[in-house]
């Protein structure tokens, strides 16, 4: 009859295995544990920073409707889905909101939207008129289009959005734009004229844009004024950059033009040139770039050369008396 002790070893070594799994499900368990109360005590440590509420802006005619909501750039998705990145890209802080209606017509509602941009430029960057629109007397750079409000008060981009394009609306909706602006005190140290950048002649009116980044689909290119010409029926587009130092402009300088000869653009000739303006062809639009001192500019993306090559030097003298 076979004996049964050789088994006790199998037993034995299935024993000794068990808990050695079972003491590594304990530590996983254990460390699990550990993480998860430093986590909590990690969240419970993290400062919550009030939503800001606009209510005391309210003119007679308003009512608060909802109460105030606040988004960060994380989380801007959730109330602008579609549209986060392009305020993200530009410097986004935080946007602040808030809906109200009319006291007299609960039906009938706005919504303030504050997007802190960080700095004034952010705020411009951001501030696209509407083709179309009314220019208001709230700020320098302000409008309304069908009742709305948007304007740019310092770091703040504002948008009042009524629902409906009724005239009480429109009215409650200025006057709730006019309250933000008298109430929030803005540094303008920092400020410039853009209008100063530019010269008069041939400018379309209220054309001239901020852009804060990738401008022209260069990455490093950013911080740059643009502005919209016309000359003889040929549209033209005019930039400015202003940099930090004269080496920084010359080397900004460098990297647009090698970005436009990455993609095949080629030398454009017939016309006479200026040492220090460089031009391009591409496809059939011509560009022309010169750096001086602080300043990189010139025309982008033009039809026609003859304006390109006018607006160019009208553009760099223009500079070179802003620096004498």
Same mark, same amino acid.
């Given at each position: ?12 070594? /299935?024993?000794?295995? *068990?808990?050695?799994?079972? @003491?590594?499900? @304990? ?18 440590? /993290?400062?919550?920073?009030? +939503?800001? *509420? ?32 392009? &305020? ?12 109200? %209606? ?10 303030? &939207? ?8 952010? %705020?411009?960057?951001?501030? $696209? ?18 009742? #709305? $409000?948007?304007? $740019? ?8 959005? %009524? ?16 309250? =933000?602006? %008298? ?23 209220? #054309? ?15 911080? +740059? ?8 029926? !040929? ?5 400015? *950059? ?10 900004? =300088?460098? #990297?647009? !033009?090698? =970005?436009?000869?990455? =993609? ?17 062809e591409l496809s059939g639009s011509y560009y022309y770039i010169f750096h001086f001192g602080r300043y ?16 160019? &030097?009208?553009?760099?003298?223009? $500079? ?5």
């Amino acid at each position: 009859m076979p004996s049964d002790k050789p088994a006790k070893p199998r037993k034995l070594a /299935q024993t000794v295995v *068990s808990l050695c799994v079972l @003491a590594v499900l @304990a530590g996983v368990a254990a460390g699990l544990l550990v993480k998860q109360s430093r986590f909590r005590a990690w969240r419970t440590k /993290q400062p919550i920073e009030a +939503v800001t *509420s606009f209510e005391h802006l309210l003119p007679d005619a308003l009512a608060p409707m909802s109460p105030p909501e606040r988004f960060m750039p994380a989380t801007l998705w959730k109330k602008i889905n579609g549209q986060a990145d392009f &305020y993200v890209d530009a410097g986004l802080v935080e946007l602040n909101c808030q809906r109200f %209606a009319l006291a007299a017509s609960p039906a009938d509602w706005l919504e303030l &939207y504050v997007y802190d941009m960080a700095d004034w430029t952010g %705020a411009l960057a951001v501030f $696209v008129p509407r083709e179309g629109a009314a220019a208001v007397d709230i700020t320098d750079d302000a409008y309304q289009s069908n009742g #709305s $409000v948007f304007l $740019v008060h310092g770091r703040y981009y504002v948008e009042v959005r %009524a629902a409906q394009p009724t005239e009480r609306l429109a009215e409650a909706a200025m006057a709730l734009a006019r309250n =933000f602006v %008298a109430d929030t005190a803005i540094d303008t140290a920092s400020h410039l004229d853009p209008a100063r950048l530019f010269p008069p002649g041939d400018l379309v009116p209220d #054309s001239i844009t901020f852009r804060k980044a990738n401008v022209f689909g260069l990455a490093e290119f950013d911080n +740059v004024w643009l502005a919209e010409y016309e000359l003889d029926g !040929v549209k033209a587009r005019a930039f400015i *950059s202003v940099r930090d130092s004269d080496e920084e402009a010359e080397r900004l =300088f460098g #990297s647009y !033009v090698d =970005f436009l000869d990455e =993609f095949g653009a080629e030398r454009a000739w017939g016309l006479l040139h200026r040492t220090g303006v460089i031009d391009r062809e591409l496809s059939g639009s011509y560009y022309y770039i010169f750096h001086f001192g602080r300043y990189v500019g010139g025309v982008h993306e033009c039809s026609d050369q003859d304006t390109a090559h006018q607006l160019a &030097y009208e553009l760099h003298d223009h $500079v070179a008396r802003l620096q004498e």
